[in-house]
């Protein structure tokens, strides 16, 4: 059974930080690309950032370019989204995916595997 469990979120002021973690089991973690998507009620789901399976490449929405860090660490099976001088707007349900596509993939509709989300609040 394909599990992939999110965690980290809460709320902060803007300026602040946060880290959010995904535990990935029942899959060959280092085969896939992982990706963090964000959705705001009546909005559709949002690419943030994917990172290959290697952890060589990443990729960002324009937006949080130089404010947020994918990475993973493949002997945890756990993908991360360091979140720094987060902003009001930042505020969403953030959810990870697993992609085991030849490429990175930057539409939710190319991931495999879901989180169930977590909150993240930036107050202004």
């Known amino acids: 059974q394909v599990q992939l469990v999110e965690s980290g979120g809460g709320t902060v002021q803007a300026g602040g930080s946060l880290r959010l973690s995904c535990a990935v089991s029942?899959?060959?973690?280092?085969?896939?690309?992982m990706g963090w998507f964000r959705q705001t009620p009546g909005k559709e789901r949002e690419f943030v950032a994917a990172i290959s399976e290697t952890g060589t490449s990443t990729y960002y929405l324009d937006s949080v370019k130089g404010r947020f860090t994918i990475s993973r660490d493949n002997a945890k099976n756990t993908v991360y989204l360091r979140m720094t001088s987060l902003k009001p707007e930042d505020t969403a349900i953030y959810y990870c995916?697993?992609?085991?596509?030849?490429?990175?993939?930057?539409?939710?509709?190319?991931?495999?595997?879901w989180g169930q989300g977590t909150q993240v609040t930036v107050s202004s």
């Open positions: 995916a697993a992609n085991k596509g030849a490429a990175v993939a930057m539409t939710a509709s190319d991931y495999d595997y």
């Open positions: 029942g899959v060959a973690f280092n085969w896939y690309v």
